[in-house]
């Protein structure tokens, strides 16, 4: 019997690369070995395990995000650039560190738009340039889009 093809990600919001950027900021993003990473919450409650094969662009990664909505969620996105995928400015990874993303996102009810638009204004407010990290942030997803990252092995999300 022939093996389901795998399928592509599905592009997530541009807010997952945010949270991505401000994971690899905060140093939150770990590589255990060529295919193992793990990456730990904004507010360090989970630790997410992020899974690439070496011979393909097969990625699993066992957030919420890719459980449950289906497309590629921040921990893979921030393990993708940790692994060379795309070299963020050092200026934007800056600006993104530091931010609780699980409470924005609770404070906003899951509106992404406020709650970039708050941590624009945030960062801003800090001396930093949104429309170079609104730039940043979608050079980022168009990279991810470009090298079209392939579903692997779905599972569970750890529980807080």
């Given at each position: 019997m ?9 592009m ?25 990473a793990t990456v ?12 690439t094969a070496?011979?393909?662009r ?7 995000a ?16 940790a ?28 509106d ?6 708050e941590?624009l204004?945030e960062a801003?407010e ?5 429309d ?6 979608q ?6 889009r ?8 779905r ?6």
């Amino acid at each position: 019997m022939a093996s389901k093809p795998l399928q592509p990600w599905k592009m997530p919001p541009i807010v997952k690369v945010y949270e991505a950027l401000g994971a690899l900021g905060d140093g939150r993003v770990h590589l255990e070995d060529h295919g193992r990473a793990t990456v730990i919450s904004s507010d360090r409650s989970k630790t997410y395990a992020v899974e690439t094969a070496a011979d393909s662009r097969e990625v699993s990664s066992n957030d919420n995000a890719s459980y449950w909505q289906g497309y590629l969620g921040y921990p893979a996105i921030a393990v993708m650039m940790a692994r060379g995928l795309y070299q963020p400015r050092a200026d934007v990874v800056t600006a993104l560190s530091g931010i609780p993303w699980k409470e924005l996102n609770r404070r906003f009810h899951n509106d992404y738009e406020r709650s970039i638009a708050e941590v624009l204004r945030e960062a801003s407010e800090r001396g930093f340039d949104p429309d170079t990290i609104r730039g940043e942030a979608q050079a980022v997803l168009d990279a991810v889009r470009a090298y079209a990252p392939l579903r692997g092995g779905r599972r569970r999300p750890p529980r807080a």
